[in-house]
């Protein structure tokens, strides 16, 4: 479901490029919650390879460098989701909708159903949108929408699922992805974009700033509230030291997500991936890598793939070993340490593990290294790190938190 994630606002001319406002406790503030999808707990690896084929061939294609069509796999709902809680119409009904940097349009309807009030406008146009692993079309309607306390917009296009396969346990999308991705989900106005809650909540006057905010913490349990999602602003008490910023981009088809240019290295010396393009991604649960990067990853931690769950493997001795992983871009290191590329232990049973086993997060892409995005920084590298997503300056940033060298993995 989905679909990694991900802004530009040309439809809106949002031309002034506002600079991100820092407030120590922002009232335009959403909590999202992580939930393990007990339903499908075998298929986290592949759910997550097969939502970078989609991004892949999905970016390729607005680009103009691949009109192959969007790949539609069949996969079970994904073992983690990050979800949040939004009010739609007046008087509102609450939705719970997967927060996703890799998409732009919102809609709801996979679970409980739309309800109509007197804010709720049908539009002529159908919507509809392939993930990956997941897919939904229906109806365009324009309603009212409470993202949180001090932020709700008026007249905000949203789809009204009519048919949808993939989620299981929430009732949509809100997308945070960059606003061209909206191109093409509308019928008959193929070429119109959807502005996103965060454009109109700039452009509406909510906030001051086109950008968001995310802070994730790591966890050890199947659902908690354990992240918040910023709009207009950063929350300085959520991160340490300052943001540093990346361009995004503007190697296709990174280039139409939330794309930055990023090398890894392992240790103190060994790069894996050189500098290419990739994305970064609330929508992928792992950190994927090019193939020929995952292989020499592999190699220098002596993994073995683990048949029941598709993840690397060490033993104790392997991960006493274990060097950090080293990602940098715009000109800042970012260091991942050997107990964030853990799979929390606490939860392996949960995705067909073993009890006491020793899992990393990071993965085969599915593809070598030179297609324009050959890597994915997806919610286990989030977790450690407070993101910034900068619409007004097509920027993404990085910051560490209290958490980022936490063991609790």
Excluded: C
């Excluded at 298929?43 to 390879?49: A, P």
């Excluded at 192959?68 to 909708?97: F, H, K, M, W």
């Excluded at 709801?108 to 007197?118: E, I, M, P």
């Excluded at 910023?230 to 990346?246: E, L, P, R």
């Amino acid at each position: 479901m989905f679909p990694t994630t991900l802004l530009t606002t040309l439809l809106l001319a949002l031309s002034v490029a506002a600079n991100p406002v820092l407030v120590d406790r922002s009232p335009v503030t959403l909590p999202i919650s992580r939930r393990l999808n007990l339903t499908s707990v075998h298929n986290l690896v592949r759910h997550d390879q097969t939502r970078a084929k989609t991004l892949k061939l999905r970016g390729s294609a607005r680009s103009g460098l691949d009109d192959r069509a969007v790949i539609n796999e069949a996969v079970d709902n994904q073992a983690v989701t990050y979800v949040a809680s939004v009010g739609v119409g007046s008087p509102a009904t609450t939705y719970s909708l997967l927060i996703d940097t890799g998409s732009s349009n919102t809609w709801v309807g996979a679970g409980k159903a739309y309800v109509k009030t007197s804010t709720s406008v049908q539009t002529s146009n159908r919507v509809a949108v392939t993930y990956g692993s997941g897919s939904f079309s229906g109806t365009e309607f324009t309603d009212t929408v409470n993202l949180a306390s001090g932020l709700t917009l008026t007249k905000q296009s949203i789809g009204v699922a009519s048919r949808s396969t993939g989620f299981d346990g929430v009732d949509g999308i809100l997308g945070i992805g960059p606003v061209a991705l909206t191109e093409d989900t509308l019928s008959p106005a193929t070429s119109s974009l959807i502005p996103t809650v965060t454009d109109n909540a700039f452009s509406q006057g909510i906030i001051t700033s086109n950008l968001i905010g995310i802070s994730f913490e790591p966890t050890t349990t199947e659902e908690i509230v354990n992240g918040e999602l910023t709009w207009g602003g950063t929350d300085s008490s959520k991160f340490t030291g300052s943001i540093s910023f990346i361009s995004k981009t503007t190697t296709s088809p990174a280039s139409e997500f939330w794309g930055i240019n990023q090398s890894i290295r392992y240790g103190a010396s060994n790069t894996i991936l050189a500098t290419t393009a990739g994305i970064v991604d609330t929508g992928t649960t792992l950190v994927l890598i090019a193939t020929n990067a995952f292989t020499k990853y592999r190699t220098a931690t002596g993994g073995v793939l683990d048949n029941n769950t598709g993840l690397l493997r060490l033993t104790s001795t392997q991960f006493s070993n274990l060097q950090s992983l080293f990602f940098i871009a715009g000109g800042a290191t970012f260091e991942l340490t050997a107990n964030a590329q853990l799979f929390p232990r606490s939860l392996n049973t949960d995705i067909g593990g073993t009890a006491g086993s020793i899992y990393l997060i990071v993965n085969d892409l599915g593809s070598n290294s030179g297609e324009g995005l050959d890597f994915i920084n997806g919610y286990t590298f989030l977790e450690r790190f407070y993101s910034v997503f900068d619409t007004a300056n097509k920027r993404v940033g990085f910051a560490t938190t209290p958490f980022t060298t936490a063991t609790t993995n």
